[in-house]
């Protein structure tokens, strides 16, 4: 089934933005997921944050910095 929607959104052309918000969303949720498995609860802050950002690349980035720091702390200050 998947190949037939790609083929479809192709077709329409918009399978850049299918792909580009698949990214996204998975940026999302991979970042959340880090951080709740290091440091069990999320503020309320960072969570809306991390839901309001569309960058992919930056989220790819997020998702690196959530393992690599020590603290919620450092990780807010990576979101600045």
Do not use: H
């Amino acid at each position: 089934m998947g190949k037939r929607v790609d083929q479809c959104l192709k077709e329409l052309g918009l399978i850049d933005k299918w792909q580009a918000e698949g990214k996204t969303i998975f940026g999302r949720d991979m970042v959340l997921k880090v951080l709740q498995k290091k440091f069990a609860k999320i503020p309320p802050t960072i969570e809306t944050t991390i839901q309001q950002m569309n960058d992919p690349v930056a989220l790819e980035s997020l998702v690196a910095g959530a393992y690599e720091c020590q603290t919620l702390d450092e990780f807010t200050d990576a979101l600045k």
